[in-house]
């Protein structure tokens, strides 16, 4: 089924602590929103609208850099306005179908919005939403229980909610002024809309206080996975005085030829890292004919890898380097090229190995024809 999303980010947080909006700041290594706009466009959305404050543009510049099909538009002085915002900025007509999302539930799962999309096949309008399996009490005086009300037939709502962009506008217009309803399915019902109701996923709770956060980082951690790439480069010796390797300069009786700066390590390991995601290999991003990379520093290819793990939610665990050689000797730059290494991919010193060895004197490296590197990259991926 075709459907557009309006993720709700124009909030500001202020009983989730500080550190800023809690839309923008970092859930398992990237911010709250991005979750949900990467889920929206994975589960095939034609277009995302983010709805922000004002003052938030360069934020969520940041926060979504990299993703496609979504655009931001601003919010109002409520809830109710902002969602109203962003309905009027999607491109689609009366039966388009919408969901309308809250940034601050950001564990939003492809299987989620699939079950929402399959009841809004026959159904006008659906939501998300958990039974209630907890007993209720109602507070009285001096927080005493006056009663134990029944949860038969209760559920907790969730988002997204999904309905035909035209009557959920036309819901809105019919929503009594001075009134704020808490989510779209009041504002369907109270225009006598039928809503469907969805089993949710417990894992889509909101972010609300500053405990939540932490109980989002350990649900966000079992939905990830680790990926291994390997990556293997080589490059003769010709004329000249100095190397490069790892990031390093080394001086040498010969230089090494290639079309870059021909870094044998970081050519390696960036390939490693687009092993790991599947993005093919470097000459895919920088081919050797293009003019643009002769002589090109290697640790612009290393960070494009590093900034695609990025763009998918991911993060680099750590690498292994070995380079093989007869000369230069690598350990006395073993340790700069380990923090070299470690600067670039933003990693601790500890995640980040290099090592060294020869070939006794056997094939191309053992004749000091030239050199090679091998590389392991470990990537951790949103499932």
């Given at each position: 089924m075709r459907f557009e999303a309006v993720?709700?980010?124009?909030?500001?947080?202020?009983?989730?602590?500080?550190?800023?909006?809690?839309?923008?700041r970092a859930v398992a290594g990237k911010p709250a929103v991005r979750w949900s706009v990467?889920?929206?466009?994975?589960?095939?959305?034609?277009?995302?609208?983010?709805?922000?404050?004002?003052?938030?543009?360069?934020?969520?510049?940041?926060?979504?850099?990299?993703?496609?099909?979504?655009?931001?538009?601003?919010?109002?002085?409520t809830r109710s306005q902002s969602v109203r915002n962003g309905l009027a900025a999607l491109a689609g007509d009366d039966e388009t179908v919408v969901l309308i999302h809250d940034a601050a539930r950001p564990l939003?799962?492809?299987?989620?919005?699939?079950?929402?999309?399959?009841?809004?096949?026959?159904?006008?309008?659906?939501?998300?939403?958990?039974?209630?399996?907890?007993?209720?009490?109602?507070?009285?005086?001096?927080?005493?229980?006056?009663?134990?009300?029944?949860?038969?037939?209760?559920?907790?709502?969730?988002?997204?909610?999904?309905?035909?962009?035209?009557?959920?506008?036309?819901?809105?217009?019919?929503?009594?002024?001075?009134?704020?309803?808490?989510?779209?399915?009041?504002?369907?019902?109270?225009?006598?809309?039928?809503?469907?109701?969805?089993?949710?996923?417990?894992?889509?709770?909101?972010?609300?206080?500053?405990?939540?956060?932490?109980?989002?980082?350990?649900l966000a951690g079992a939905a990830r996975v680790?990926?291994?790439?390997?990556?293997?480069?080589?490059?003769?010796?010709?004329?000249?005085?100095?190397?490069?390797?790892?990031?390093?300069?080394?001086?040498?009786?010969?230089?090494?030829?290639?079309?870059?700066d021909a870094d044998a390590g970081l050519h390696a390991l960036t390939d490693a890292i687009l092993g790991a995601i599947g993005e093919g290999d470097i000459g895919d991003h920088f081919p050797p004919t293009d003019p643009r990379w002769k002589g090109a520093s290697s640790d612009r290819f290393l960070t494009h890898a590093v900034e695609l793990v990025a763009a998918r939610g991911g993060r680099v665990i750590n690498v292994d380097v070995t380079l093989i050689c007869e000369a230069p000797k690598i350990k006395p730059h073993r340790q700069a090229m380990r923090e070299r290494l470690a600067e670039i991919l933003g990693l601790d010193l500890a995640a980040v190995s290099?090592?060294?060895?020869?070939?006794?004197?056997?094939?191309?490296?053992?004749?000091?024809?030239?050199l090679a590197a091998q590389a392991v990259a470990a990537v951790e991926l949103p499932a």
């Open positions: 993720v709700v980010a124009a909030g500001s947080g202020t009983r989730a602590g500080p550190g800023g909006a809690k839309q923008w990467e889920a929206f466009l994975a589960a095939g959305a034609d277009e995302v609208v983010v709805v922000i404050a004002q003052d938030a543009a360069d934020l969520a510049a940041d926060a979504l850099a990299g993703l496609p099909r979504w655009r931001a538009v601003a919010g109002g002085e939003l799962t492809g299987e989620a919005i699939g079950r929402l999309l399959a009841a809004l096949e026959s159904a006008p309008a659906a939501i998300l939403a958990l039974p209630l399996a907890d007993t209720l009490k109602r507070e009285g005086p001096g927080q005493a229980i006056v009663e134990t009300p029944s949860r038969a037939g209760l559920w907790r709502a969730q988002t997204p909610q999904g309905f035909r962009l035209g009557a959920l506008n036309a819901a809105f217009a019919a929503w009594p002024q001075g009134e704020e309803p808490t989510d779209e399915a009041m504002v369907v019902e109270r225009a006598g809309g039928a809503v469907t109701l969805v089993p949710g996923d417990p894992a889509l709770a909101k972010l609300t206080y500053v405990e939540d956060f932490a109980m989002a980082e350990l680790t990926r291994i790439g390997q990556g293997y480069d080589a490059h003769r010796f010709g004329p000249g005085d100095r190397v490069i390797l790892c990031g390093v300069e080394i001086a040498h009786s010969h230089a090494l030829v290639g079309h870059s290099v090592k060294a060895t020869t070939t006794e004197g056997m094939g191309f490296t053992g004749r000091a024809e030239g």
